[in-house]
């Protein structure tokens, strides 16, 4: 896959575009007005001198001197520095010429090709004009044509060598903006790169670092308190993983050392038959302990994985429960408690491990009712969702307990006479099975006893 383009070189070739197009704009609009200003003004002069040659034609007799006509179209020239002019009768016949110019080798374009009044360029093999054309009327009411010329050359010069040092300092500009813009977005990355060496230097011991939001621009404030959150959530996943180190070391050498004790009694001496039976029962039991809290580990790193797959099917949950009841009736007379059930839901799930999350939240809360006292199971179905509610009276947990209920390995004060599930894994089970229907729970307590509410999807 190939690697991504820098963001320096992105926000640097992204610059250096828009500075492109805003300079290259400029320069065109520069260049066109400068165009069109010598334009204007030749075309300025032009119509002046028109104007003039018209309004002395418009008194022409035929009785009219010429020579002093002549003169005074002279006079007009020399006025207007580089112009010249030609006119001509109907006929053709040359009334004034400007001299150093034969303007009749202008072609001279029908009507329908250029409007009366049309400026024309022109070039006599050696030099540049604008040219207007025009048909007067004099007042003895013969037609004159009259060419005006103006060169233009100094113009095309002073343009020229203005176009070449204008896009000259467009082109300057463009690299120049480019260069300030790659300074512009190095500085301005020089937070993020901060930021960057910062997490660099994070490591399992200095999960407690934190960046401060307050101190990178506010682009960046998100990033910071979004990195902020990760560490959080790291340093809460790593104290949890070593606690669950610490804790599953701690829950598996306790029987181990039983075992290696009594193992050490046994063959401290010689014993009879029944003796060493007995030992190996004791030592059964811790077998089997040991073998039910690996079972637990193993299930619930198999769903942190999504390894457990579940098996789908219909569920009459108040046919589970009974058949539950008939299963602690026993254990809960001994420690006089009764089990009431009320109401009725229909589930789609996995049977296997919905009861095993059930028969963990019963026998917990067999353990912890008082004699003669119920534990209750309430169910409840609407359209959008199933409720299971299990109660059992007895002492209020505080809340610090209720916050870390459902961790893995966490045992209350309580908790630590409990037998069976012993290790602290039954609610971490729990909590991994409903959530894997996508269902959640929660724990709470008053004087009135502790309450597990499962929400399931309906």
């Given amino acids: 896959m190939k690697r991504p383009t820098s963001l320096t070189l992105r926000l640097t070739l992204m610059f250096s575009a828009v500075a492109t197009v805003v300079l290259l704009t400029f320069g065109l609009i520069i260049e066109r007005s400068l165009d069109k200003h010598f334009e204007s003004e ?41 112009s010249k002019l030609r006119i001509s009768d109907a006929a053709g016949k040359l009334l004034y010429s400007s001299p150093g110019l034969d303007l009749s080798r202008v072609p001279q374009p029908s009507a329908e090709q250029l409007p009366q009044g049309a400026i024309q360029h022109w070039n006599d093999g050696k030099y540049n004009y604008r040219i207007l054309i025009r048909q007067i009327t004099g007042n003895n009411g013969a037609s004159y044509t009259v060419i005006t010329a103006v060169a233009i050359d100094f113009h095309l010069r002073f343009l020229n060598t203005f176009h070449r040092t204008l896009w000259l300092m467009v082109l300057g500009g463009i690299i120049v903006m480019g260069i300030m813009g790659w300074m512009a977005v190095r500085h301005g990355h020089r937070p993020l790169h901060n930021m ?15 960046l401060a939001p307050e101190a990178v621009p506010a682009e960046l404030t998100d990033l910071a308190e979004s990195f902020n959150e990760l560490l959080q959530r790291m340093e809460q996943a790593f104290s949890r993983l070593s606690n669950f180190s610490a804790d599953i070391a701690h829950e598996l050498r306790t029987p181990v050392t039983n075992l290696m004790t009594q193992t050490q009694v046994a063959l401290s001496q010689a014993r009879s038959v029944e003796e060493y039976q007995e030992i190996l029962y004791s030592n059964m039991e811790e077998y ?24 789908m099917e219909h569920i009459d949950l108040e046919s589970e429960l009974h058949n539950l009841f008939d299963y602690y009736e026993a254990w809960a007379e001994g420690e006089h408690v009764s089990l009431k059930q009320e109401g ?28 003669n006292q119920s534990v209750t199971v309430r169910l409840s179905q609407t359209d959008q969702s199933i409720t299971i509610v299990v109660q059992n009276p007895g002492a209020p947990l505080p809340a610090e307990h209720l916050s870390r209920i459902f961790d893995r390995f966490y045992r209350t004060d309580f908790s630590r006479k409990r037998s069976g599930e012993g290790a602290g894994l039954g609610l971490a089970i729990v909590k991994t099975i409903v959530e894997s229907h996508g269902g959640k729970i929660v724990a709470t307590s008053g004087q009135s006893g502790t309450r597990f509410i499962i929400t399931l999807p309906g």
């Fill in 42 to 82: 030749d075309i300025k002069e032009l119509e002046m001198i028109a104007q003039v040659v018209e309004q002395s034609l418009s008194t022409l007799e035929y009785n009219h001197d010429l020579a002093q006509l002549k003169q005074r179209f002279d006079d007009l020239v020399v006025g207007h520095h580089g």
């Fill in 196 to 210: 960057v060496d910062k997490i660099g230097r994070i490591n399992a011991s200095e999960l407690n670092t934190r």
């Fill in 288 to 311: 089997e302990r040991m073998a039910q809290m690996i079972g637990n580990m193993l299930f619930l790193a198999k769903a942190d994985n999504e390894l457990n797959p579940l098996h």
């Fill in 344 to 371: 009725t839901a229909q589930f789609q799930g996995d049977r296997l491990m919905l009861r095993r999350a059930l028969s963990n939240l019963l026998s917990n809360a067999i353990h912890y009712t008082p004699e």
